[in-house]
């Protein structure tokens, strides 16, 4: 199963671009690479997934270099309302599971 | 809109009083699954069910028991909440779970979660 570490919070301002890091060494061949976010008192809501190199939807980007060891999820110009849990997941391709990282707090100051 | 919903929001039981969660999806998807969310903490997974098969995480506490009655619905079951369970309980669909290596088929989509109160 492939674990995921990610840095425990991160601070930044609104309007600036934020980049969160997650590393998995032990990602398997069929491997998906997906990222929630989660408000609380909320369940985890989906932002973006990807397998390889560059994926862009209206909320985020994700980039995943050729080794696949990590994957670093991009929030451009970061408003208050981006203040929460982001968490990576890596699922397994053999028993439909999903194990959730220690996530990373985003706390964005005015 | 097709979603998941958890019933109820809010759940006050008292030591050692059996209750249980309610989910319901309308997504059609085969799998779904139960976390348990506690205060600061990531979600931890309890079991899942992939269509009628279910596969319980080995450090799952026996007090928690589940059921699929078809593919709409599935339950949560504490036989004997302790005050440790207290807890967000979250109810998750996939497509296919991790079997899926197409795109999207593994996404998983969340419930607004049951949070659990134990006096």
């Known amino acids: 199963l492939a674990k995921t570490t990610q840095p425990i919070s991160m601070d930044s301002y609104e309007g600036q671009e934020v980049n969160i890091t997650c590393s998995h060494n032990?990602?398997?061949?069929?491997?998906?690479i997906t990222w929630y976010q989660q408000f609380p008192s909320q369940g985890p809501r989906f932002i973006i997934q990807?397998?390889?190199t560059k994926v862009t939807n209206e909320v985020a980007s994700l980039f995943i270099p050729a080794d696949r060891k990590s994957s670093t999820l991009s929030l451009p110009r970061v408003s208050l309302s981006d203040t929460a849990v982001y968490y990576c997941?890596?699922?397994?391709?053999?028993?439909?599971?999903?194990?959730f990282g220690s996530g990373t707090k985003l706390n964005v100051k005015p | 809109d097709a979603m998941v919903i958890q019933n109820p929001r809010y759940q006050v039981t008292q030591f050692g009083k059996p209750v249980t969660l309610s989910c319901s999806q309308t997504?059609?998807?085969?799998?779904m699954y139960w976390y348990q969310q506690k205060s600061s903490q990531a979600p931890k997974l309890l079991f899942h069910?992939?269509?009628?098969?279910?596969?319980n995480e080995a450090d799952t506490p026996d007090n928690f028991q589940s059921r699929r009655p078809n593919t709409s619905f599935c339950f949560l079951d504490i036989r004997s909440p302790g005050l440790g369970d207290a807890a967000m309980y979250l109810c998750?669909?996939?497509?296919?779970?991790?079997?899926?290596?197409?795109?999207?088929?593994?996404?998983?989509?969340f419930g607004a979660g049951s949070r659990l109160t134990v006096l």
């Open positions: 998750a669909t996939s497509r296919e779970g991790g079997r899926g290596y197409l795109s999207g088929a593994n996404v998983l989509t």
């Open positions: 032990n990602i398997a061949t069929n491997d998906y």
């Open positions: 990807g397998y390889k």
């Open positions: 997941l890596v699922g397994d391709a053999n028993f439909n599971k999903f194990y």
């Open positions: 997504l059609n998807h085969n799998v």
């Open positions: 069910y992939y269509d009628k098969d279910f596969n």
